[in-house]
């Protein structure tokens, strides 16, 4: 008995907490492209530098709070910044929109038009990010590291194995939580949520009710940068911040987004968990876990790992073509990508 503790609590230490904290930062980046999917009718791929963007922002002003010597002590010093990395986020995509897409937006232009112009406005966001920034790793976590480390969830269980609980998880799920628990109820209850609702639904019965266009563009808008903002403070947070990774990431969020219903917030964030446990679970070596559950003094020969953690995103890619194979519509049935 005391072997299958052990061996679900190497299960929980090395995949159940590390994919549940990467799938709630996945699942807010892929809110966001739902979104803009949903309302603006097309792919957003600038998306991932706009979270670069937000961070970026996010750093910078960490970095000055750290240098005053302002903080939050145990807890890092980015959650004060982080309001102004939205704010900047936020400004970006409003200007971004009012002088790029805007105007396509006036010619009806086709979604695979709006679709070719966000990736001029990623590489336009890339290059700003790496002139400001720099290409290069930066560190801007601060305070407690753990809540529980391996070495005291050893001596509290007296196990063999153990679980170590870093903070900026915790930090992930409950912020996850509570923004995708505020993003429901104003979609749901507010005025300007419904209205959305209904722009989406049918534009041009939109317009008849009243419904101005422009505000609902705006207002998508200004959720879609808060998303990628909090979502790339997260995921830097939790792992590093390198402006390249987040072209990489777009690729996860992406696979997240079709898989579950593009254009489905619900299946969005259902689509990033299984996204993001299926990314820990190929890449995790089992020996040492089917070890714990076979007879005595007994591991298989091999790492038993499908592939190396060099090829992680490459189980993204193979999801995206699954589905989009066989089931274009995602679990949640989403509308179809024109």
């Not at 001029?120 to 290409?135: C, K, Q, T, Y």
Request: charged share 15%; glycine share 10%; net charge neutral.
């Amino acid at each position: 008995m005391e072997d299958i503790v052990n061996a679900l609590a190497l299960f929980a230490n090395y995949v159940a907490v590390p994919a549940t904290a990467y799938g709630a930062q996945l699942a807010l980046g892929a809110l966001g492209v739902t979104l803009i999917f949903g309302i603006l009718r097309f792919a957003n791929f600038a998306h991932g530098e706009m979270m670069s963007f937000g961070t970026m922002a996010t750093i910078l002003v960490t970095w000055g709070l750290q240098d005053a010597g302002i903080g939050l002590g145990p807890f890092p010093t980015a959650l004060l910044a982080l309001p102004v990395g939205i704010l900047a986020a936020i400004t970006m995509a409003l200007v971004v929109d009012r002088t790029v897409f805007r105007f396509y937006r006036r010619q009806r232009s086709n979604p695979i038009v709006f679709a070719i112009v966000s990736v001029g406005v990623m590489f336009l966001l890339a290059g700003l990010v790496r002139i400001i920034i720099g290409p290069d790793d930066q560190s801007f976590a601060d305070g407690a590291r753990f809540v529980i480390n391996a070495r005291e969830f050893k001596e509290l269980t007296g196990l063999e194995e153990g679980i170590a609980i870093k903070q900026t998880q915790i930090i992930t799920v409950v912020v996850a939580g509570a923004v995708v628990a505020a993003l429901f109820w104003f979609l749901q209850k507010t005025r300007s949520g419904k209205a959305m609702r209904a722009y989406s639904d049918d534009e041009d019965l939109a317009l008849l009710s009243g419904i101005s266009p422009e505000r609902v563009v705006a207002i998508c808008w200004i959720i879609a940068a808060a998303l990628a903002a909090i979502a790339g403070t997260l995921y830097g947070l939790d792992k590093t911040y390198k402006p390249f990774i987040f072209l990489q990431i777009l690729l996860p969020i992406f696979a997240a987004t079709i898989l579950g219903g593009i254009g489905q917030p619900v299946g969005a964030i259902l689509g990033a968990f299984i996204v993001a446990f299926s990314e820990v679970m190929v890449t995790y070596a089992f020996r040492k876990f089917l070890a714990y559950l076979g007879p005595q003094d007994w591991a298989p020969d091999g790492l038993v790992q499908l592939l190396s953690t060099d090829y992680k995103f490459a189980v993204s890619f193979i999801i995206l073509v699954v589905v989009l194979l066989i089931r274009p519509t995602g679990i949640i049935r989403g509308k179809v990508i024109v």
